[in-house]
């Protein structure tokens, strides 16, 4: 799994920050289930609607992957303004570990 440039550089300066890990410690996600995959799955489809099912068909794969990266970046910035707007007054070590919860990366 690629991650982008930016998100394992906060990633990486996390983990340099704790001290617990070289800077450039690889992170594994947590191991999936084929239960978590097929729940999650089923879940996305049952939101999905009939028009936006017929565009994304009508779509090549890349077009889906360049839509898929898009809305990727627009969270992750979403997430980020959250943060800057509810924790202002948050350091930079400190904000890096709160969006790295956000987004599911929980540090010790």
């Known amino acids: 799994m690629a991650v982008d440039p930016e998100t394992a550089f906060h990633i990486r ?4 920050d704790l001290g617990s890990h070289p800077p450039d410690a690889a992170i594994e996600p947590p ?3 084929r239960v978590m995959i097929q729940r999650d ?10 028009q936006q099912l017929a565009i ?7 077009a889906r992957f360049d839509l898929l990266c898009d809305l990727n ?3 992750r910035n979403a997430v980020i303004a959250a943060i800057h707007e509810q924790r ?12 790295l919860k956000r ?3 929980h540090l010790p």
């Open 88 to 99: 202002p007054d948050l350091a930079e070590a400190e904000f890096q570990r709160e969006y």
């Open 13 to 16: 300066q996390a983990f340099a």
């Open 41 to 50: 799955v089923r879940a996305a489809f049952a939101e999905l609607d009939p």
């Open 103 to 105: 987004v599911g990366i």
């Open 73 to 75: 970046g627009f969270l």
């Open 56 to 62: 994304s068909r009508g779509l090549t794969p890349a």
């Open 31 to 33: 191991p999936l289930t």
